[in-house]
């Protein structure tokens, strides 16, 4: 089904992530109605409706899904079961199956082993000593997160030695985790994929990434061309993961290269953060296709518009450069509309149209 123009848009979320899907949705005229538990958050100030309330809110969510035509999700720590209120009275894309997997560290590391993809050494872990004998197996250093709610670093504990053990485990407060083995790894890079409700997929290029600290520095576009077999090989696996799912909308894949091929991190059933660049850097964003898909549109082209693209994530008080960055005429300077600028805190980003052999 299609979803004409002048329809609106429910987003669960009211982060930097919503606001740029809403200024998408609002460029196709589309409105968007806003679903969030913050009192002024950032999506708010950009769409055409706010309905402040948390989310476990089953009657609010019910309430929320019978005013919109649709309805998306801008980030995965939420409860997928609350969302089956919303999904109720209006479609809910991406499934609530692929959010369901994706908040789950283990699950989402069992299901793509299942189809074939090959994360790092890796075993569930749900008391000290089942921790103890998961080092046994795994060795040091490795580390332990978390299965569910974590992201940008937070609920992460590395463990170089046993004798880091106990304060690991407490570091994750016993919460049940996954222990993961370090592997040697070249690169990081991500797989944005946008699949509409017809099973069309399409791929951008594969930005390649750097973290700082657990939280995304930047991303440049294309990769590495040594990286291209590993790319190939992730693509095919996150084919195969959007498929399985019967997807619809944005879905990333994160990986690590290594001598011996790709390896699976993690995924995110949502638009990312390595995607940003695609704003100004591809002739369709992933928010604008994202939105496309939801509302059952025609896919846009994700080819690159100029031979290479970097986006820089502006961190804490990084935001304060903003004159300087505006100063470049390469540049293009997002801000998040957010108060305090804390440290880690994501407050905008800055996308850079670079000539060939141009890098951050």
Request: with cysteine.
């Amino acid at each position: 089904m299609t979803l004409p123009p002048g329809s609106t848009i429910g987003i669960v979320g009211g982060g930097q992530l919503g606001r740029m899907l809403a200024m998408a949705a609002a460029q196709l005229g589309y409105k968007c109605h806003i679903y969030a538990p913050d009192k002024d958050p950032p999506a708010a100030e950009v769409a055409a409706l706010f309905t402040r309330g948390v989310y476990n809110d089953e009657q609010a969510l019910a309430r929320f899904g019978a005013e919109v035509d649709v309805a998306t999700y801008e980030f995965e720590n939420i409860a997928a079961g609350p969302l089956s209120a919303l999904a109720d009275h209006a479609p809910l894309y991406p499934p609530r199956a692929a959010l369901e997997i994706a908040q789950d560290r283990l699950s989402e590391k069992d299901f793509v082993t299942r189809l074939g993809g090959r994360p790092a050494p890796y075993a569930a872990v749900s008391s000290r000593d089942e921790l103890e004998a998961a080092l046994g197996r795994i060795g040091a250093p490795a580390i332990l997160k978390t299965r569910r709610f974590g992201y940008d670093g937070k609920g992460q504990a590395r463990i170089m030695n046993a004798a880091e053990t106990d304060e690991a485990w407490a570091d994750v407060r016993g919460a049940p985790s996954v222990l993961e083995g370090f592997i040697r790894f070249d690169a990081e890079f991500s797989i944005l994929l946008c699949r509409a409700p017809s099973g069309e997929v399409l791929l951008w290029d594969a930005p390649e990434n750097v973290h700082s600290h657990g939280i995304l520095d930047h991303s440049s576009v294309p990769a590495d061309p040594a990286l291209r077999p590993a790319i190939a090989e992730a693509q095919a696996l996150a084919r195969k993961v959007a498929d399985a799912l019967d997807y619809v909308g944005m879905l990333t894949l994160e990986f690590f290269a290594t001598a011996d091929g790709a390896v699976f991190n993690e995924m995110a059933p949502r638009v990312h953060n390595s995607g940003h660049w695609s704003i100004e850097g591809a002739l369709t964003s992933q928010f604008e296709n994202h939105i496309r898909a939801i509302c059952g549109l025609p896919l846009g082209a994700t080819d690159l518009i100029v031979p290479e693209v970097t986006m820089q994530n502006l961190i804490g008080d990084d935001v304060e450069r903003w004159r300087d960055i505006l100063s470049d005429p390469a540049a293009h300077l997002h801000l998040y509309g957010k108060g305090e600028a804390r440290p880690g805190r994501k407050m905008g980003h800055v996308t850079r149209l670079i000539g060939r052999g141009e890098r951050l």
